[in-house]
């Protein structure tokens, strides 16, 4: 062929520039090794792990799965779940449009959240027990729908303090909030001398139904003593009687004591609350809201805590109202107006009141500037309260201005603030935090009675460090402790290199702050040393 020749080195050229384009492209697309230790990959594992490990529970099924590490969430997408019942029936179908698996922002090591929240969920009548299913089918429902629910804990590892709500809406039936609230909750310290896996204290606890149609749905097939409002009222006050009652007896029962059906003073006082409420409930239509009003700061709940009804009532003194008592009070435009304006009738309880609803936004519309302007003089004056909701609110928006507050609130001692102190120096610039510091704590005046040891030298450096009695200063803590580690205090020299060392390891530029704060100090630590004599002071004698 006569063509060939001269087309051979043009094929062969072509098909060395095809290879060669092609190569990288694929070296390109192709996955690393490390590609499987992305947070994406690594929390997609552990979710299709724990649906594993759910499944050994549930059927279970979903369209999608999306993993977000860097909000730390996972999102379900259409959801489909068939739990057992313990009743006969069609079985219990579950689905929802979508669930969203939310935790602690990376990094918080002091939170421990986790939130599940759904959108557009229902659940078949199999789910429910035989009678309740029959009461849904007499008022026209062929499910539960659920437009929005949400389940959530929120735990400070600190103080072990925790937090779990609750929220359901379904339009066509009713809202329900509830929530409770622990001082302490953790494991408990001794399982071995008791049977409960948890300690858990709890502060107050609530839960409200508020009313959005399924009131009208259900009354027409209620018992006949329950069609009026006063009829029901006595209806559900004899049943609780009853009920409570018989529940005191079984306890004496139990316990080998002779069986009594009187009620308590807390127990007839939640029976006529009861009463009274679903009575206007039923001409209302709108809430009932059940709320403890622990008489201490805390009850300890325990596995045989309700087995006596009697010491249950009397701990947890429930209530039944129209509305809730814990809540914020709302701010009255007058009383808003007055406080806005200035008014020199306006006492510092209703400035720091109307202040705190407007930078929080519970109790009036939010507005932080307003909220700042009435709470920052109150601050500034000693109110601790007033600079620790500054300090929490400012969190985000203004970290420095939250940091100068924080140092107010902690120096005064009061409870949080030093959390608060802790987490903003997590995210706050090194300098900011210094000049923060430096702002309200000098070296002007210094106490005498510091001087007369090495411990009250090293005590001082302490209480500098902590924030909690004197106001924070690293440069301050860094004085006191270069001054007793010159006197031999091997803890006071651990603490002076501790904060050089803190602050190397947090960067060059945070070096170079504290470099420059530090070097007033050096000066001065060796001017106190030598004015005072305190190596002869604290010498050999």
Not at 100 to 129: F, M
Not at 157 to 167: M, N
Not at 195 to 216: C, E, F, H, M, R
Not at 385 to 390: C, D, F, I, K
Request: glycine share 8%.
């Amino acid at each position: 062929m006569p063509f060939a020749r001269p087309l051979r080195p043009a094929l062969l050229a072509t098909a060395a520039t095809l290879v060669a384009l092609a190569t990288p492209a694929f070296a390109e697309t192709r996955p690393s090794l490390w590609d499987l230790f992305t947070p994406e990959n690594l929390v997609r594992r552990l979710v299709q792990t724990g649906i594993g490990v759910l499944r050994t529970k549930v059927e279970l099924q979903y369209d999608h799965i999306l993993p977000d590490p860097i909000a730390g969430e996972v999102t379900l997408t259409g959801v489909k779940a068939w739990p057992d019942v313990p009743w006969d029936g069609d079985g219990c179908t579950l689905t929802a449009d979508r669930v969203t698996i939310a935790t602690s922002e990376p990094g918080d090591w002091d939170q421990v959240k986790l939130r599940v929240n759904l959108i557009g969920g229902t659940a078949s009548p199999g789910c429910l027990a035989p009678d309740a299913r029959d009461m849904l089918t007499n008022a026209g429902l062929d499910s539960i729908d659920v437009a929005q629910g949400t389940a959530e804990i929120d735990y400070t590892v600190s103080s072990a303090k925790a937090t779990v709500r609750v929220h359901l809406d379904s339009p066509q039936v009713a809202l329900i909030d509830g929530a409770a609230h622990f001082s302490y909750l953790a494991a408990n310290a001794t399982p071995g001398d008791s049977p409960d896996v948890l300690a858990a204290y709890l502060t107050d606890a609530s839960l409200t139904i508020i009313n959005q149609g399924g009131w009208d749905k259900v009354k027409d097939f209620l018992p006949a003593d329950m069609t009026s409002p006063e009829m029901a009222g006595v209806a559900v006050t004899a049943g609780l009687t009853q009920a409570i009652g018989e529940a005191n007896a079984a306890a004496d029962t139990a316990q080998d004591s002779t069986p009594d059906q009187t009620l308590t003073d807390e127990q007839k006082n939640f029976v006529l609350q009861a009463g009274r409420q679903v009575a206007r409930f039923m001409t209302a239509k709108d809430q009932i809201v059940f709320e403890t009003t622990v008489p201490g700061s805390e009850v300890r709940l325990t596995s045989t805590f309700f087995d006596d009804p009697r010491t249950a009532f009397h701990d947890l003194r429930p209530t039944v109202q129209a509305h809730s008592s814990a809540k914020a009070p709302l701010i009255e435009a007058a009383m808003m107006t007055k406080a806005m304006a200035g008014g020199a009738d306006t006492s510092d309880d209703q400035r720091l009141a109307v202040g705190t609803a407007l930078i929080t936004g519970t109790g009036a519309p939010k507005s932080v500037d307003k909220g700042r302007a009435l709470l920052e003089p109150l601050a500034e004056a000693g109110n601790t309260r007033a600079a620790l909701t500054l300090a929490q609110a400012l969190a985000e928006s203004d970290p420095a201005a939250a940091y100068h507050h924080a140092l107010l609130a902690a120096a005064a001692g009061k409870a949080g603030a030093s959390a608060v102190l802790d987490g903003l120096e997590e995210t706050l610039d090194t300098k900011a935090m210094l000049e923060a510091q430096g702002a309200l704590a000098g070296i002007s005046a210094l106490n005498d009675a510091d001087f007369a040891s090495v411990t009250s030298l090293r005590n001082a450096a302490l209480a500098r460090m902590d924030g909690e009695t004197e106001t924070r200063s690293y440069p301050l803590a860094w004085f006191w402790a270069s001054l007793a580690a010159a006197a031999g205090d091997p803890a006071a020299t651990d603490l002076r290199d501790g904060i050089d060392r803190r602050m190397h390891l947090h960067g060059p530029a945070a070096d170079a702050a504290w470099t420059a704060a530090r070097a007033p100090m050096e000066v001065a630590a060796l001017h106190e040393w030598v004015t005072r004599d305190l190596g002869t002071t604290f010498g050999p004698k």
